[in-house]
């Protein structure tokens, strides 16, 4: 019961900080020098991260399928089933997960650091809002980044699956090109880019609330770390569901 | 409460700040039952008592930074308590606060440390900051520190580069908060000098929440002391003195005391 009300109380608190994040993200002045920065640090510094995870998912992805569809004697369609697999589902989601483990628990460690220190409170103190200085331009970087990380990973993902799939299927390049381009319509790259959207925001929402809730000295910031990488994953994984029903629902 | 000397007395007037019957809880953990204290403008008050019995907590509440759970908390006539953030800035312009650590931004110069209140409450131009920054660290005797990074500083000029900021904007009310606590004493003494000066010069009024009695004589105007969730005295150095409160006469005796007692 009591886990069910802690559940609660922190899903309420998120969302009072989402409330504020898009108030500040509305009003001007906006912290156009910050949002640059962690564009960089939290999106451009995850690209090598992004490519590693896709060149292998869409290298086992191929494996696998190869192997499971030669019963069938349909081992030549791999490439449609990895490209649809990577771009509809494992680019954005395994994407978030890395980059959420790689920037979230970044944010949790920067946040809470200020937190114990009683820096968010001077903040506060010194007349500024520390929504508007720390959280919005975290959490917007976030919800930019991700999409176009997810669109490197469709990329490198769906090579990772032609290297694969030419050398144990014996398909040339461009037939697997010609049957990515086949299988992938519009809708399906919308269902990634959207879903990794909010991906960003949540890895970005949790990130800062758990860094600027951080009490209990450096002890507090190492607990916050692990929490922050908890609690964006399991996030990514229930929203991912969520999404995916909803989008399956509207476009089929 | 009242004291006797003719000079003219800030008693007189009406109290800037005034804290009536707050009451705060952390969790289970009542801080404040009811809590009721007047500070009166241009006199420096310092707040004693036992470590974790929440002296910083009342500065906090001042400001907005934690909010009573009831009871009323004015400042300038403007009820503080459950005040929306944005309302809060006119009073964060006229109350600053020394964090016990300094609190500054690891990741700015000391420079755009002391620039960024002034940025907040719009002071004026790059120019006129630059003047401010060079003016506030001469007076904390910190000249041509500027472009260094907090990382760099010792405890002590971290703790002056805070009050630096601080009196940046010139507000009216200063509150610290264990300006000395693990300062070594020539850093105290340099600290305590300055709060002094702070005083006599721009004439502000300084809340002050200190373990160090000897210092809290040197400069304090009146005494309270928090013990058992509330102000249990508040009175003069002489009240203070002359008090029978036997915790208050074991705070001012400092640990000899207590060590006698213990011992007999």
């Known amino acids: 019961m009591k886990a069910v009300l802690n559940l609660i109380a922190y899903l309420g608190a998120l969302a009072k900080l989402s409330a504020q994040t ?3 993200f509305i009003r001007p002045p906006w912290e156009l020098r910050s949002l640059i920065y962690q564009l960089d640090s939290s999106g451009i510094g995850s690209w090598s991260i992004t490519v590693l995870t896709a060149i292998f998912t869409g290298m086992v992805l191929a494996l696998q399928f190869s192997s499971g569809l030669k019963d069938y004697g349909a081992s030549m369609y791999t490439g449609k089933l990895v490209s649809l697999g990577i771009v509809r589902e494992l680019g954005p989601v395994l994407t978030a997960l890395l ?15 200020m937190a114990v220190t009683e820096q968010i409170d001077a903040i506060r103190a010194l007349g500024a809002d520390p929504v508007k200085k720390l959280v919005a331009p975290r959490v917007i970087a976030c ?8 669109v490197l990973a469709d990329l490198i993902g769906c090579f990772g699956g032609m290297i694969i799939t030419v050398q144990e299927v014996g398909v040339t390049p461009r037939f697997f090109y010609s049957q990515v381009v086949e299988t992938l319509g519009i809708v399906d790259l919308l269902h990634g880019l959207g879903k990794s959207v909010f991906f960003g925001y949540t890895i970005g929402i949790t990130g800062c609330f758990v860094g600027m809730n951080t009490t209990g000295g450096t002890e507090g910031v190492g607990l916050s770390t692990t929490k922050a990488v908890v609690a964006s994953a399991i996030g990514v994984l229930v929203s991912d569901f969520l999404l995916t029903k909803l989008f399956i629902a509207l476009y089929g | 409460m009242m004291p006797t000397d003719p000079t003219p007395s800030p008693y007189d007037q009406d109290p800037i700040i005034s804290f009536s019957n707050v009451k705060k809880a952390f969790g289970p953990k009542v801080i404040y039952e009811d809590c009721t204290l007047d500070i009166y403008p241009g006199e420096t008050i310092t707040i004693i008592g036992g470590s974790g019995t929440g002296k910083s907590v009342t500065l906090k509440m001042l400001i907005g930074l ?7 908390i004015k400042a300038f006539g403007t009820e503080v308590t459950h005040l929306a953030e944005p309302k809060l800035l006119p009073i964060r312009r006229r109350v600053a606060m020394l964090f016990q650590g300094a609190a500054l931004f690891d990741s700015l110069t000391v420079a755009q440390n002391i620039k960024y209140p002034l940025r907040e409450h719009r002071w004026g131009n790059e120019k006129k900051l630059d003047e401010r920054v060079a003016e506030v660290l001469e007076m904390v005797g910190l000249p041509g520190s500027q472009n260094l ?3 760099a500083l010792s405890g002590g000029m971290r703790k002056r580069v805070g009050l630096a900021r601080a009196i940046a904007i010139e507000p009216e009310v200063i509150l610290y908060d264990e300006p000395t606590t693990g300062l070594d004493p020539i850093n105290v003494r340099r600290i305590n000098g300055l709060i002094l000066s702070l005083q006599k010069k721009l004439n502000v009024t300084s809340i002050v929440v200190t373990h160090d009695m000897d210092a809290c004589f040197t400069f304090t105007d009146r005494i309270a002391l928090l013990h058992n969730r509330r102000f249990s005295f508040v009175g003069t150095q002489d009240e203070a003195r002359a008090s029978p409160d036997r915790y208050l006469q074991e705070f001012i005796a400092g640990g000899k005391g207590t060590l006698d007692e213990d011992v007999e």
Do not use: C, N, W, Y
């Not at chain 1, 919800?143 to 997810?150: H, N």
């Open chain 2, 66 to 72: 934690l909010s009573a759970d009831s009871g009323s």
């Open chain 1, 99 to 113: 980059v959420g483990g790689r920037v979230g628990s970044g944010f949790a460690a920067e946040l809470g650091s």
């Open chain 1, 22 to 24: 898009l108030a500040a």
């Open chain 2, 149 to 151: 990074k907090p990382s």
């Open chain 1, 143 to 150: 919800m930019i980044a991700l999409p176009l990380l997810t």
